[in-house]
């Protein structure tokens, strides 16, 4: 297991990455073996408060399946995330956190900011190194525990019960707004891999090289309306268990180099995006220097039985609510230059607009973009599309589906996994002031190289209207990693794996594996077949981009 990293990321405007030193102490530092032990920091008091009040996310955490109707077998009124947790041993997290913060007696060791900081990174490092040490089988399974190692859903629902806990924390020393908000986005960061990333530099134990790559992929999402009983809420994600599987791997290629891959999950919605988590993530990654990053990929869950290797990504937001229910392009009138007032409600319940440039274009902060693109819209500033640098020929050409269990009801060609395919579609505004759109579609070759002279590359006059892979988040993930390796001038293969959608269950019918459906259970062998399949295929995806390097980069 690798050990947890306690330095702090500077993280200035292209500012080359600075790692501060873990543990050790120098000469001066030494004690006399014989003195006494220093006293135990002196505890402040503490409370809860209960009535605060939750984010629109934290209020599915009483919210159960289904536990009525047609389609139900079972009838547990647990909430999911309670069943889920429990399920991956993962329940005490959260009382955990909480004795950390507060005790018992009301008292707590934690008495600045800086502390706080410290033991909400801590903990949610914790929370990560759990989740990928369990879906690689280090972690020893609990008494009870029943959910199969390989789901990524206890991460997701374990982070939000601890969210929950933080916020309705209340030390003596008076915590402002924005302190309780930097305490919630250092958790996430942590509790997301993003500051466990250590990619190695020099060559491997055997002497060969290391060759560097990054992947991300993404939380559960489409879960369903706070309070009520829906069967979106045991949603998992693919690309997230992906992320868990690989993240710290390493894979031998054919010249015997050596594939190290670094993986970080990324939130459901647009805020945590506006605000330069991934850049963040991935910018000190992108810097000259001895551990610079070899390729980056970014992962999501896309269409049916089919994974895209998508091509041209968008600067578009659509009109889907992220999980924290807030919409970047409400309404009809949903053109590139809309930007949101500061204050809109886009959804009942859920927090306002509160993030300036919040609209239906992408905007990057200055600080991994080098000029301003937030205080008025500009068309080119960022461009309305990016281009992936991937080696597509080299990825169709591999074969990965063959070997991979097909799950029942899956249908692709051939017998084995699913199919692949270069995915060049795209939606533009031809007028960028109009809201007519033009639709250039996708070729329709499947795992075979389609004729290159044949797709057609957006006009710089356009504004994008949609990506190969839509105008949600999975969309402004690639837009941003593709983005922020051409403004850091690096000639590495990027771009966006939209992967197969793993949430099929049972459903009674023949096609899908004949069981009966019960919309009250979170897993069935279907649900488990799907992500093994998926998971395994994106790995071997991921492998060939490792083998590019070898071979020299992308290539179409």
């Not at 369903?224 to 710290?248: F, Q």
């Not at 991934?278 to 999501?300: I, M, R």
């Not at 031809?430 to 809201?435: A, F």
């Not at 593709?482 to 992967?499: E, Y």
């Amino acid at each position: 297991m690798r050990k947890l990293k306690s330095g702090k990321w500077a993280l200035a405007a292209m500012a080359v990455l600075v790692l501060n030193a873990c543990g050790g102490s120098d000469d001066d530092d030494e004690k006399d073996p014989g003195a006494p032990p220093e006293p135990a920091p002196e505890a402040v008091s503490c409370r809860w408060d209960r009535d605060v009040q939750l984010a629109f996310e934290e209020r599915r955490l009483d919210t159960p399946l289904p536990f009525s109707g047609a389609n139900v077998i079972n009838s547990d009124q647990t909430p999911l995330a309670t069943r889920i947790v429990t399920a991956a041993g993962f329940q005490d997290f959260a009382p955990e956190f909480a004795a950390a913060l507060c005790d018992d007696e009301g008292h707590t060791v934690v008495r600045s900011q800086e502390e706080a900081v410290d033991l909400v990174r801590e903990k949610g490092q914790a929370l990560w190194r759990a989740a990928v040490d369990r879906v690689q089988g280090r972690r020893e399974a609990r008494e009870g525990e029943t959910l199969p190692r390989s789901d990524d859903r206890m991460l997701y629902w374990t982070r939000v019960q601890m969210t929950k806990v933080l916020r309705q924390w209340v030390p003596e020393w008076g915590m402002s707004a924005d302190q309780m908000s930097e305490l919630q986005w250092e958790f996430e960061r942590a509790s997301r891999g993003q500051y466990d990333i250590d990619l190695p530099e020099g060559d491997a134990p055997s002497g060969k090289p290391y060759r560097r790559m990054i992947i991300s992929g993404f939380d559960v999402f489409t879960l369903g309306t706070p309070g009520v009983p829906n069967t979106g809420l045991r949603n998992g994600n693919p690309s997230g268990a992906t992320a868990l599987e690989m993240d710290g791997r390493e894979y031998t290629l054919s010249d015997g180099s050596v594939l190290r891959v670094e993986a970080y999950v990324l939130p459901v919605s647009y805020d945590p995006f506006n605000r330069g988590m991934q850049e963040d993530t991935l910018g000190p990654w992108f810097q000259p220097g001895p551990k610079q990053v070899h390729a980056s990929l970014t992962y999501s869950q896309g269409g049916s039985n089919i994974f895209w290797l998508e091509e041209f990504n968008a600067r578009f937001h659509g009109s889907s609510a992220g999980n924290d229910g807030i919409v970047y392009c409400p309404g009809s009138l949903r053109l590139p230059a809309v930007v949101l007032p500061l204050g809109t409600l886009t959804t009942e319940g859920a927090d306002p607009i509160t993030l300036p440039g919040s609209g239906c274009n992408t905007v990057v902060q200055e600080r991994w973009y080098g000029s301003d693109t937030i205080s008025a819209w500009k068309k080119d500033h960022p461009p309305q599309f990016t281009v992936a640098s991937l080696p597509v020929e080299q990825m169709l050409a591999a074969n990965t589906q063959q070997g991979v269990l097909r799950p029942p009801g899956a249908t692709s060609d051939g017998t084995d996994g699913f199919d692949v395919t270069w995915h060049t579609n795209y939606d533009y505004f031809p007028d960028c002031s109009s809201t007519t759109t033009v639709n250039v579609p996708w070729h329709g070759v499947r795992n075979a190289m389609p004729d290159p002279s044949q797709v057609q590359t957006p006009d710089p006059s356009w504004c994008s209207r949609r990506g190969g892979g839509g105008d949600y988040l999975s969309n402004e993930s690639a837009y941003r990693n593709t983005l922020l390796r051409d403004v850091m001038g690096l000639n590495i293969p990027a771009g966006h794996i939209h992967i197969p959608v793993m949430n099929n269950f049972y459903n009674g019918t023949a096609a899908a594996g004949g069981y009966p459906r019960d919309d009250n259970s979170y897993t069935d062998a279907r649900f488990e077949a799907y992500r093994t399949a998926i998971v395994e295929q994106s790995k071997k995806l991921a492998i060939v981009v490792g083998e590019s390097l070898v071979t020299g980069g992308p290539a179409k």
